[in-house]
């Protein structure tokens, strides 16, 4: 090759090396592309979806953004957490008055919990009254700072349904000590979008990614009320009603009515020692007929006593599941009576003829 030719060769490399490096300089510079932040085993991205991924909430002195991860989800082995975390102040960090903020959103992959008393909790949790029901023929639900979604059966371990998780929670730390206080992790649609990020990010890794990946373009067309005091009768469902004490003993407990539908109804009860904070669980009814929702209370023992019935309804299987405990769950009497009031009056309404009988 003559001097000439490796002349031209070397000015043509070194403009590429420029164009390449001011390329990425543009990237880095706009945060896009391969130097952005990412979370939860790459499934999320900085300033790409609801506030807390937003870089903007890093402006303020001393904010800052973290984030852990388990390994990632594999074929043998199905299941991981991850969490991102923003921490700010309210201003001077040396005030004695100095409070810090954090927001935390959490994501659990991996089947159920096999033990009675946490598949409760869970239960609890993402059946919660203030979720609503995925559209779109996904299977889950999602609210102001909690989201389920159930995989597609091929995802099952050893026959127990896989499911993302997401969960919000926020607090105040300062000389008053740590105190819970409201957060919204975002939309419902930012919600649900996280969950899919996560979902097909997963499903890919374990090797049981359906052809197309799952995604949600509908509205939300069913959607949980706003929670309020006690009522009676409980969840508006005749004969469904608990001895808690008078006005000034239950001024802490909240109900909330969630989705009433022909295939699925949930209503929580809490109690909230202190406002703004999540509440300890008191009582949890569903009714479910979708079949991968039902399965989600496959392996808990049935019966009345037990709070869990299967009925046919219109040719599908159904749950009608009630879960009871702390005060409430003391009368052990009512709490059999109310059980077996939710299902006559949810089972007659969804016409299941179940005949008063649980």
């Not at 969950?195 to 990946?213: F, K, Y």
């Not at 006690?230 to 003993?249: H, N, Q, T």
């Not at 079949?291 to 037990?306: K, S, V």
Request: with cysteine; proline share 6%; aromatic share 6%.
């Amino acid at each position: 090759m003559g001097t000439g030719a490796r002349k031209r060769l070397a000015v043509m490399g070194g403009t590429l090396a420029a164009a390449l490096l001011a390329t990425g300089l543009g990237l880095y510079a706009t945060d896009s592309g391969p130097f952005r932040d990412s979370y939860c085993w790459g499934a999320w991205e900085a300033n790409s979806g609801p506030s807390f991924l937003d870089d903007g909430k890093l402006d303020e002195p001393g904010s800052h953004r973290k984030s852990r991860e388990t390994a990632t989800p594999s074929a043998g082995h199905p299941r991981g957490s991850c969490w991102v975390e923003v921490t700010s102040g309210d201003g001077d960090d040396t005030s004695q008055d100095a409070v810090r903020f954090s927001e935390k959103v959490t994501v659990q992959v991996g089947p159920l919990p096999a033990a009675k008393a946490g598949r409760h909790d869970w239960l609890a949790q993402h059946f919660h009254g203030s979720a609503a029901p995925l559209p779109d023929g996904l299977v889950g639900m999602v609210g102001g700072h909690r989201g389920m979604l159930v995989l597609p059966e091929e995802c099952d371990v050893d026959g127990t349904p896989s499911v993302v998780t997401l969960r919000g929670e926020s607090w105040g730390d300062g000389s008053a000590g740590r105190k819970a206080m409201p957060f919204s992790i975002g939309t419902y649609a930012d919600t649900t979008r996280l969950l899919l990020d996560i979902a097909n990010s997963t499903m890919r890794n374990v090797g049981c990614a359906p052809e197309t990946p799952l995604s949600n373009s509908s509205p939300f067309v069913t959607i949980a009320e706003d929670s309020e005091s006690l009522g009676d009768p409980l969840c508006r469902i005749p004969g469904v009603r608990f001895d808690l004490g008078d006005r000034d003993s239950t001024v802490r407990y909240q109900e909330q009515v969630g989705a009433v539908t022909d295939r699925l109804q949930t209503c929580s009860l809490v109690w909230r020692p202190t406002p703004g904070g999540e509440g300890e669980p008191v009582a949890q009814y569903v009714m479910t007929s979708s079949p991968r929702m039902t399965a989600l209370f496959g392996g808990l023992p049935e019966g009345e006593r037990h709070g869990l019935v299967r009925a046919t309804c219109d040719g599908r299987e159904t749950v009608f599941y009630g879960h009871v405990q702390g005060a409430a769950a003391v009368d052990l009497a009512a709490v059999k009576r109310s059980f077996r009031n939710f299902v006559a009056s949810v089972g007659n309404r969804i016409g299941c003829r179940t005949e008063g009988k649980a």
